[in-house]
């Protein structure tokens, strides 16, 4: 183990009670406001610049969209202008040190009782009007094994129902991958929607910036539209898998263990980007 991993970051008996029961977590703080500011205006600088960088690509034209007054009628909703950025830790430095913050492992470590490596990271906008993510499961995409995956998903903003925060059905965890139905288009930009199991509830999160929610790859989670008028909704989120886990869905290839180092697993048969879009929207020439 290096130095960046030690941290000592230490959980409560009350915090990891609360992951045994209901397989998430959210840890108040863990960022400071200085990291959040500083990972909002890189991301906020590239995307209203519009131009494609690697791991992001808007799918409209954005000079006729910020420049006319256009509406969500005539070019499709405010994701394509924003869609989310994939794997920004490949590219620049500031998502990778958060990825990779010692913090974060710390923590994974001391819920899940493994050492974690990482699969991916993720930066969504969710500006005002932008759909959600219909509920679902993480690791039908990852498709870790044995095991699961994990996620760490960070506030950038202050985050409520109205925004379009996230919601998570407290002890799903303990449920096998359930088949997903096809989710509503005009509310969701992916395609799987996983039914609430009977008994169980979805409840919403309330978090502010630098707050992180970990949560386990089986537990059904999702967010609906932002609906406020002003406030965007944005989010940094990462996934893990134990070290020690077999395989894994190719597209989160090269793994990367808290050392930065890259590590080899087996491709798992199925998986792909976490949360499958309504692809026919997508233009051909849009990539990952
Ligand atoms: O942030 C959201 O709205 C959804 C994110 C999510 O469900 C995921 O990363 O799996």
Same mark, same amino acid.
């Given at each position: 183990m290096t130095d960046q991993l030690i941290s000592n970051f230490k959980l409560t008996e009350e915090q990891c009670a609360q992951w045994e029961s209901d397989g998430y977590l959210i840890v108040r703080g863990l960022f400071d406001s200085h990291q959040v500011e500083q990972l909002k205006q890189t991301m906020q600088n590239i995307a209203d610049k519009g131009e494609a960088v690697p791991g992001w690509q808007p799918l409209i034209d954005v000079k006729q969209y910020d420049t006319e007054v256009v509406g969500v009628d005539q070019l499709g909703d405010v994701l394509k202008r924003y869609p989310r950025f994939l794997h920004p830790h490949r590219y620049l430095d500031l998502p990778r040190e958060m990825m990779l913050d010692p913090r974060v492992h710390d923590v994974l470590l001391q819920i899940t009782g493994e050492e974690p490596v990482a699969c991916q990271s993720m930066y969504y906008f969710?500006?005002?009007g932008a759909k959600g993510q219909a509920l679902h499961q993480d690791n039908l995409y990852l498709q870790v094994e044995p095991n699961t995956c994990y996620a760490a998903w960070t506030a950038i903003d202050p985050v409520t129902p109205e925004n379009g925060g996230l919601y998570v059905v407290p002890g799903?965890? *303990?449920?096998? *991958?359930q088949c997903p139905t096809l989710a509503d288009e005009t509310q969701s930009f992916t395609t799987a929607l996983v039914d609430i199991p009977k008994g169980m509830k979805a409840i919403p999160t309330v978090m502010q910036p630098g707050d992180v929610l970990f949560f386990n790859g089986q537990i059904i989670h999702g967010s609906g539209m932002n609906r406020s008028k002003t406030l965007w909704r944005r989010s940094f989120i990462c996934h893990y898998m134990p070290k020690t886990s077999k395989c894994v869905s190719e597209f989160y290839f090269p793994i990367v263990g808290f050392d930065g180092s890259e590590l080899t697993y087996e491709k798992s048969q199925a998986g792909g980007p976490c949360g499958e879009e309504f692809k026919d929207k997508i233009p051909s020439s849009y990539s990952y």
């Amino acid at each position: 183990m290096t130095d960046q991993l030690i941290s000592n970051f230490k959980l409560t008996e009350e915090q990891c009670a609360q992951w045994e029961s209901d397989g998430y977590l959210i840890v108040r703080g863990l960022f400071d406001s200085h990291q959040v500011e500083q990972l909002k205006q890189t991301m906020q600088n590239i995307a209203d610049k519009g131009e494609a960088v690697p791991g992001w690509q808007p799918l409209i034209d954005v000079k006729q969209y910020d420049t006319e007054v256009v509406g969500v009628d005539q070019l499709g909703d405010v994701l394509k202008r924003y869609p989310r950025f994939l794997h920004p830790h490949r590219y620049l430095d500031l998502p990778r040190e958060m990825m990779l913050d010692p913090r974060v492992h710390d923590v994974l470590l001391q819920i899940t009782g493994e050492e974690p490596v990482a699969c991916q990271s993720m930066y969504y906008f969710k500006p005002c009007g932008a759909k959600g993510q219909a509920l679902h499961q993480d690791n039908l995409y990852l498709q870790v094994e044995p095991n699961t995956c994990y996620a760490a998903w960070t506030a950038i903003d202050p985050v409520t129902p109205e925004n379009g925060g996230l919601y998570v059905v407290p002890g799903s965890h *303990t449920l096998d *991958t359930q088949c997903p139905t096809l989710a509503d288009e005009t509310q969701s930009f992916t395609t799987a929607l996983v039914d609430i199991p009977k008994g169980m509830k979805a409840i919403p999160t309330v978090m502010q910036p630098g707050d992180v929610l970990f949560f386990n790859g089986q537990i059904i989670h999702g967010s609906g539209m932002n609906r406020s008028k002003t406030l965007w909704r944005r989010s940094f989120i990462c996934h893990y898998m134990p070290k020690t886990s077999k395989c894994v869905s190719e597209f989160y290839f090269p793994i990367v263990g808290f050392d930065g180092s890259e590590l080899t697993y087996e491709k798992s048969q199925a998986g792909g980007p976490c949360g499958e879009e309504f692809k026919d929207k997508i233009p051909s020439s849009y990539s990952y």
